[in-house]
T-cell receptor, first 114, second 112 residues
Framework: DGGITQSPKYLFRKEGQNVTLSCEQNLNHDAMYWYRQDPGQGLRLIYYSQIVNDFQKGDIAEGYSVSREKKESFPLTVTSAQKNPTAFYLC?????????????FGPGTRLTVL | KQEVTQIPAALSVPEGENLVLNCSFTDSAIYNLQWFRQDPGKGLTSLLLIQSSQREQTSGRLNASLDKSSGRSTLYIAASQPGDSATYLCAPHTGGGNKLTFGTGTQLKVEL
């Protein structure tokens, strides 16, 4: 079954704790992305990676960190420095076919800070 | 910086109506534009991708048009059904890094 998996589906965290969200893809895509979605707002890009061992900050990277040690995996750590981490987090990957880039999304992780 | 606006923000219609969802963007130098569907609490599903060189793209009851020079795209849904109820997001692809910029979406409800 090909696709993007995110775990866990729901995550609860106490203030001051770091937490890591998992994203795995078996689509053989080179690029992967993390977005944050808040109610009434569009998706905002946190970090993206176009190739293994390389990643770039998106629009709202403060308080987050990522790694890209394997092509299939792009975990996101929400640190205690993130002031308002409660949100819905979406992971995506993209393929290039005929010069056209198409993004595919995982099912999301809902993070709640207690 | 690319900014994307979607109008209307919400729409409620009876089953069977034909619908038009609008998307406008400020930077017309795009490579392509994707339309997505999002069900409550779920990830995004890609509906249509329209390339910058194309004017239209069709999939079943969905038709997306693109007027790149004026910074507009339209998603047309024919003969709407209750199963079409969802939030529809447009996202132009601009610049390096294969990044998309998302609008805030149109929340559609199709009633029996």
């Amino acid at each position: 079954d090909g696709g993007i998996t995110q775990s866990p589906k729901y995550l609860f965290r106490k203030e001051g704790q770091n937490v890591t969200l998992s994203c795995e893809q078996n689509l053989n895509h080179d690029a992967m992305y993390w977005y944050r979605q808040d109610p009434g707002q569009g998706l905002r890009l946190i970090y993206y990676s176009q190739i293994v061992n390389d990643f770039q900050k998106g629009d709202i990277a403060e308080g987050y960190s990522v790694s890209r040690e394997k092509k299939e995996s792009f975990p996101l750590t929400v640190t205690s420095a993130q002031k308002n981490p409660t949100a819905f987090y979406l992971c995506a990957s993209s393929m290039v076919a005929g010069g056209v880039v198409t993004q595919y999304f995982g099912p999301g992780t809902r993070l709640t800070v207690l | 910086k690319q900014e994307v606006t979607q109008i209307p923000a919400a729409l409620s219609v009876p089953e069977g109506e034909n619908l038009v969802l609008n998307c406008s963007f400020t930077d017309s130098a795009i490579y392509n534009l994707q339309w997505f569907r999002q069900d409550p609490g779920k990830g995004l599903t890609s509906l249509l991708l329209i390339q910058s060189s194309q004017r239209e793209q069709t999939s079943g009851r969905l038709n997306a048009s693109l007027d790149k020079s004026s910074g507009r795209s339209t998603l047309y849904i024919a003969a709407s059904q209750p199963g079409d109820s969802a939030t529809y997001l447009c996202a132009p692809h601009t610049g390096g890094g294969n990044k998309l910029t998302f609008g805030t979406g149109t929340q559609l409800k199709v009633e029996l």
